[in-house]
Structures are given as structure tokens and as C-alpha cells.
């Protein structure tokens, strides 16, 4: 029978909830479908890419995310809608919450979206962050400056992913061609830190309130882009990084899968950012824990008991950017889980990525170069 809107999405007694609305249809869409089929879900993406990677696991609405035809198609169709990026613009988010079931939350984008509402609700959470400030002139960078110190990243409030629309100050001779080159949009300073390592938390909410940490991820970037997430079983960090991630959760009602950044330092987690969705930095979730982050996120959303986060040995995830080893080199990898986007090879663009899960660190570590040796020459 064909499916309608009136026949499923009856209110809070909804008790099978089974097509999920997707804003956006890139490589997370594609991993939550991937996650969500074997529950019995179908998907319906919203992207105006003409091809894009998830759409091939359900079915696409071609439009921009703000499209009102669109979006009315999208709510029409699904029983509940969530996202898998965060820069939507608010005015389609209002919109679709006030006539479906939305999550995460409206409230958890209009923070992400900008990084000194980011760095605020922080500070209002005492989670510690680098020193900022919001800059609108140069006169304003300058005063900036004189605050955060130097070193110090000039980085855009908005729309700033994978290490673009940033600027490091190492002297005051820099402060001209940071604003040359950024000037003219709304910006943040932050200082800039000197840290240990980077790591991230993959932190899980349900409708009803129950939370899910994974083991805390350790992330090396090349050129502003992830390359290596490394999971960590037993960081000293974990307590910290959760204590900081269940407040800010709970303050934004927060529902579905997030990821947490930190910096590690000598005096303990520095926040970078949140983002409200699933999360590259779980990547390795899918074979290295009970249940992935893309499926708890699933399971957040509907309300269904989340799944164990429990580890299934130690993981090593490597970003495919650019282009594709091939698929013989990589299969070639005992213990190796090989993951094509269906994307076409363009420099910078994240097109796959394989995770290595094996029972120990220390043969984690021994067999790391096994992993990286996929992206050299
Ligand atoms: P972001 O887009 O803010 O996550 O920044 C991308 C990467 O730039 C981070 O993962 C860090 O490696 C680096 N970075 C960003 N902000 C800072 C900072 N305040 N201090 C030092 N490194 C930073």
C-alpha cells in the first residue's frame, strides 16, 4: 500500500516510525542508510546535488535545502527528518519543525552554525575554550589581538569546514593579510593553541533522555582535512570529554548522534567544536563498536534503546581524499573494512575510507603502516 502521511506519523503514540527524511545526501546519508535498512527504514534525501552518494540507498528530492516545495515533498514523505550537515539554512529548519518531527533540535544548528554562539553556550557550560573574540574590522582584529595574543587563528563565525576560511597570526605583521584575506564577513580570534593531540567524542542523546559515549577518538588532520582516527580505550581524557558533552547535551535538549572536539593539553580538554551530526571521527564505530554511531543515531531519533557503544577491538579509520586506493590493493589488508562513497575522485573531496579493527592497541600500532600505506605513492 502506498505510504502517506496520515497513515503513520500519528502523533507521540507513533509506534513505527519507517521513512526517515534526510537534509542533505552526501557520504554521512549514506552511512545512516547503510545503518538503517537492516531496521526496516527507508530513506528519502534531500540534496540539490544532481547525483548525490546516498541516493542510490533511497530515494532523492533534487532541491536546495531551503526550497519550500521541497521541503513540504520531504515532511510529506517521511515520518520523521533529521540532517547529516549543519549549515541548513535555520529559516528550512523552523520550518520543517514546526510541521514534523525534527532532530537534532533547530536550537543545537543555530549554535553550530556559528562558532561565537559555539564558543558562548561553552563558556556559559564552563567548558573550557581558547581565548576569542568576535571581529567585524580591523580596527576590531586589532583589539583582538592585543586580547587572545599571538599566535593566534582568525577563522570565519560561519560556514568554515575541514580547516577553510582560516588564517594563522604568528606576528603583528600578519594582522593586515589575516583580514585581507578573510575581511569583509563575520569573524572569530581564537588563541591559538598548543596542543598534545586532538581528539573527539562521539556522544549519543535519545528522545528520552538516555546518553551513549564511544571511546574517545584520537584525529590527525593533513592540510585542515581529517586524515587518521585513531579510538582510544581508556584515555585518561574520557571522563572529562563526557562530563563536558552530557552538559551540553542536556542544555540543548540535544537529540541523535554528535560530535564533540578537544584539543588535549597540559592543563587538561580545550573545546573546538561541536557538530550536530554523525560524525567522521566515528567512522570506525561501524566495525569497531556493538553498535556504530550512525545506528545509534537512528535508534536516538525514534526512540528506541540505545545501542551498547562497547568496543570490538582496537580501530584505526583513514580518509580517502582525493581519490580511491584500489579496491584490490585495500581488500588485500587482512582485517581491513574497505568504504567507497560513489563519489567521483576531486582533489581535497573525502571519497572513502577503511577502518583497520584488530584485537589489541599495540597490534593496532604494529599494523598502522599496513592502513597508511594505502595512501602512499
Ligand atoms: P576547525 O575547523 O575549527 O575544527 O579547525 C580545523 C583544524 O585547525 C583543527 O582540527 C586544528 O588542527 C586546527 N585549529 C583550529 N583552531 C585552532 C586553535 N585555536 N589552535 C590551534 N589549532 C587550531
Redesign the pocket.
Given at each position: 500500500m502506498p505510504h502517506t502521511l496520515t497513515e503513520t506519523f500519528i502523533g507521540e503514540t507513533q509506534p513505527q516510525a519507517k521513512r526517515i527524511g534526510i537534509i542533505g545526501g552526501g557520504q554521512l546519508g549514506r552511512m545512516l542508510a547503510l545503518a538503517g535498512i537492516p531496521l526496516g527504514l527507508e530513506f528519502v534525501f534531500l540534496d540539490p546535488a544532481q547525483e548525490a552518494c546516498a541516493a542510490t540507498l533511497g530515494t532523492q528530492i533534487i532541491a536546495d535545502y531551503d526550497d519550500p516545495a521541497a521541503l513540504q515533498r520531504l515532511i510529506q514523505s517521511t515520518d520523521i527528518i533529521t540532517l547529516e550537515f549543519e549549515n541548513i539554512p535555520m529559516p528550512a529548519l523552523h520550518l520543517t519543525n514546526a510541521q514534523t518531527r525534527l532532530f537534532p533540535p533547530p536550537k543545537a544548528l543555530e549554535v553550530a552554525q556559528d562558532?561565537v554562539n559555539e564558543k558562548s553556550l561553552f563558556a556559559q557550560l564552563e567548558i573550557p575554550t581558547?581565548a576569542w573574540r568576535a571581529v567585524d574590522s580591523l580596527a576590531e582584529l586589532k583589539k583582538a589581538v592585543a586580547h587572545v595574543g599571538l599566535p593566534?587563528?582568525l577563522?570565519t563565525r560561519r560556514l568554515?569546514?575541514?580547516?577553510?576560511g582560516?588564517y594563522?597570526l604568528r606576528g603583528q605583521d600578519d594582522i593586515q593579510a589575516a583580514w585581507d584575506a578573510l575581511g569583509g564577513t563575520a569573524l572569530i580570534l581564537?588563541?591559538?593553541?598548543?596542543?598534545d593531540r586532538?581528539v573527539s567524542l562521539i556522544a549519543v542523546r535519545s528522545r528520552s533522555g538516555a546518553l551513549a559515549f564511544y571511546a574517545l577518538s584520537e584525529?590527525t588532520?593533513e592540510a585542515?582535512i581529517?586524515k587518521l582516527s585513531i579510538s582510544r580505550a581508556r584515555d585518561p581524557m574520557q571522563g572529562a570529554a563526557e562530563a563536558h558533552a552530557r552538559r551540553l547535551l542536556e542544555a540543548l535538549d540535544y537529540v541523535g548522534t554528535l560530535g564533540f572536539?578537544f584539543?588535549v593539553t597540559a592543563n587538561g580538554l580545550i573545546a573546538?567544536?561541536i557538530a550536530p551530526r554523525v560524525h567522521n571521527t566515528g567512522h570506525w564505530t561501524i566495525e569497531g563498536a556493538v553498535c556504530s554511531q550512525f545506528e545509534n543515531h537512528l535508534r536516538a531519533i525514534l526512540d528506541l534503546p540505545l545501542g551498547s557503544t562497547a568496543l570490538r577491538g582496537a580501530s584505526a579509520m583513514l580518509n580517502f581524499i582525493g581519490d580511491l586506493p584500489s579496491r584490490e590493493r585495500a581488500l588485500a589488508v587482512p582485517d581491513l573494512y574497505f568504504h567507497a562513497y560513489g563519489k567521483d575522485a576531486r582533489a581535497g573531496r573525502k571519497v572513502g575510507h577503511a577502518t583497520l579493527v584488530v584485537a589489541s592497541e599495540g597490534e593496532r600500532d604494529v599494523r598502522l603502516g599496513e592502513l597508511l600505506a594505502l595512501v602512499t605513492i
Open positions: 562558532r581558547p593566534a587563528v577563522k568554515g569546514y575541514d580547516g577553510k582560516q594563522v581564537e588563541g591559538f593553541i598548543q596542543f586532538e584525529n588532520h585542515g581529517l572536539e584539543f573546538n567544536e
